[in-house]
């Protein structure tokens, strides 16, 4: 592990290396904890560049036992080497060569899970971003291509399946009790897609015919006897290869496509060239163990891994600036394939929900960057959700301003003239540039510029003129590095919706340019000016969340219910219903902070009650509306000063009193929506489910007894319906005899498996109060908790630190200190671990003085740890800023 404080890396500093990588060859001795790692590798000087200048490789922790130039031993004279890198001189000016390194490394020894490590037995990868050079010394970053040759040799009984990426090339017994496999990789590239998986492990396959007739192997591997529950991922792979066929014209291009599943992942998968490694949570599920959610992400991850084949493998980064070239274009890609698997709008809105929850107060914090950065100090800090899913609005923006056949024509462009490259952001703007003829400049500042712009609206009507008109104004926040913001290219889709509820075509509009059913917001302050509109319209602004924005816009009650009644876009009439809570929820925290009586405005319990009660729509639409904003949304709302209890508080009197006028309601629907049938984790079935687990959460609250969740638990055939069950008793009952028998009847039937497990600590940890910590202290002592695997650590310390607002942040500050000594303790085995977890303080600035002050304490006392990793010291340093 690198514990110097870490050198910064400048998007300006950037330059092509000096030699040019032809061929890799790579050969494997496997051994748990002596793995010989040879690597041969041909480069030649790239024209132009000095003669005398040398070869630098990079390394991590490594060991050099051997170097050969041209099949000769190097003498020493000629290369100096440290564990971070191999300088090697008076190398050939023109002619290529071969360089052999000779390393030998230590799955077992291996904590950190990046280069190769060992998961229940079995060898892995993960090379993304710099895990390659912990494997050999190697020119280990993005914009260095080549193809790969793979030979791996392993013990025989212990490793009946030895993979790598590309094509099978060949295997067999190589002597006395070992075996080989080789595998060749045609298309050039970059380390950090290199993967090589070797152990005893179940296979699911199948095939898939590619448009053009090609015959493609797929495998799914899992540990022995976990076969049957890859049935959905299988199912979800062709799905994603059909899908990306039709909608992008992407056809695979291998013979066979690999996944494994591995139980120690730093991340959710990964999506190496023809063998996509992932996090067992996001492969395996059947009804009697996965939730619904848990289905729908396995669906997303599978699709988005294997769309990365184009948008990441094909065409890759040039550097790890770049990030959001692929990951913001894959996200984008699989959130339209799991709109199109599924319900449109109820995609959008879980799509949102988790922008505003998890990207919104990143942007709003201290830990706030541009969507392409342009310096950092540990790239493994930057896989971040502002470059994921911010970065995937900034494409949707591009095919809301082009349309989507415009935007079509500019990713067939990307893909022509880029297959084979590591490009920039700008080279992929170009394209959409170039296929529409529309400049993007302005619009590219959504890669440069960090923080979430706030629009402010207002409108005015003249019924005289029969003229509407609307005043905007934009202004992006201040954020680290960067005081001062230029005005963005703001695409916000609207309608002018008529008393009847149908839409008013304006005779004209002026003031800026309008496409269609944008506006283009573009200046600071702009006026536009719609004509032609005989009655007082009701503006629905933003529709679809066009854009990544705070919209603040005082529309009466009226107006919202309104379009919550009448707009064609469900996304819009749920945002409605969302703004109208909005200043219910901040007021009720207010009053429960100065021991105010809370109330709920009417309006907003018929608007809510109205939408659940609609039977002509969705009902997964209608759980969305019932799931009322969350205690951390209502704190980014308040904005400051922020008291978790009196948000929980003020929160739980606002559903209180909905569940009280609608028990009726609630109770029909906790009736009606039953599903009959097996299980079937489709989207409709998933969506009866959520709106009865709504029902009965509002029932809970209403009857203030656990007698009707209990019940729910025992008759649940499902762990959807368990789940959601368990969840409220924990939640709202954590200390009737009921609670216990059901956590412990849980416990019992679901030990031993992994994931189930997860869940049983994550209902757990997330059980609100003050009594939280003394909870989660003592789980941390329950033998199943396993701190070196990483689902487990983020089940129960993850979960606590984000998931649950008010056992966390307790105001005598013992939650942070509990969670500093945690990250001091995974941070020497895991970095990236622990780095992730302590993000779940980056809001800390907004809280009460109390609790800010005991934020910072904790946050100082990991800052004076002197043997910090750099991906901790970077997160702290900049959160304490
Ligand atoms: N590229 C992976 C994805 O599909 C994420 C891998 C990140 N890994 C890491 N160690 N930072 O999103
Ligand atoms: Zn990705």
Known sequence: MRTDIGQIVNLADYRPTDFVLERVDLTFELDPTNTKVEARLIFHRREGVDPSAPLVLDGDELNLSGLLFDQNEVPASQYDVT???????????????????????????NTQLMGLYRTNGVYCTQCEAEGFRRITYFPDRPDVLAPYTITIIGDKAANPVMLSNGNFLGGAGYDEGRAFAAWFDPHPKPSYLFALVAGDLGVVEDTFETMSGNEVALKIYVEHGKEARAAYAMDALKRSMKWDEERFGREYDLNIFQIVAVSDFNMGAMENKGLNVF???????????????????????????YFHNWTGNRITCRDWFQLCLKEGLTVFRDHEFSADMRSRAVKRIAEVRHLKSEQFPEDAGPLAHPVRPTKYREINNFYTTTVYQKGSEVTRMISTLLGQDGFKSGMDLYFERHDGQAVTVEDYVKCFEDSAGRDLK???LWYSQAGTPLV??????????GTFTLSLEQMVPATPGQPDKLPMHIPLSFSLISDN??????????????????????????IFVFKGISSRPVLSLNRGFSAPINLQFNQSAADLAHIARHDTDLFARWQALTDLSIPNLTQAARDARDGKEITCDPALIAAILEAAGDDTLEPAFRSQVLTLPSEADIGR??????????IRTGRQAIISAIATAGAQTFARLFDDMQTDGAYSPDAENAGKRALRSSA????????????RAAGAFAAADNMTDQMSALTLLAHHFPDAPETAKALDTFLTRFDGNAL???KWFSVQATIPGAGALDRVKALMENPRFIAGNPNRVRSLIGTFAFGNPTGFNRRDGEGYKFLAERILEIDPKNPQLAARILTSMRSWRSLEPQRADAARDALMTIERTPTLSTDVRDIVERMLK
């Open 501 to 526: 509820g149908a839409a008013a075509t304006p005779s004209s509009v002026t003031g800026g340019e309008v496409t269609g059913e944008v506006l283009h917001l573009t200046e600071r302050n702009q």
């Open 696 to 707: 009965l959460a509002y029932l809970t609250y209403a009857e203030a007894t656990p007698a």
């Open 279 to 305: 996090n067992d949570k996001y492969v395996l599920a059947d009804p009697e163990t996965a939730t619904d959610q848990d289905y729908a992400n396995i669906e997303a991850i599978i699709a988005h891994e």
């Open 83 to 109: 564990p971070e890198s191999l300088t090697i001189r008076d190398l050939p000016a023109e002619t290529p060569f071969e360089i052999t390194v000779t390393t030998y490394i230590n799955p077992e020894a």
């Open 756 to 758: 189930v497990i997860d």
């Open 456 to 465: 402010t609206a207002s409108s005015e009507y003249d019924q005289a003129s």
């Open 442 to 444: 302005q619009f590219s």
């Open 637 to 646: 709302e308040l904005g400051g000063n922020n008291d978790p209890d009196a």
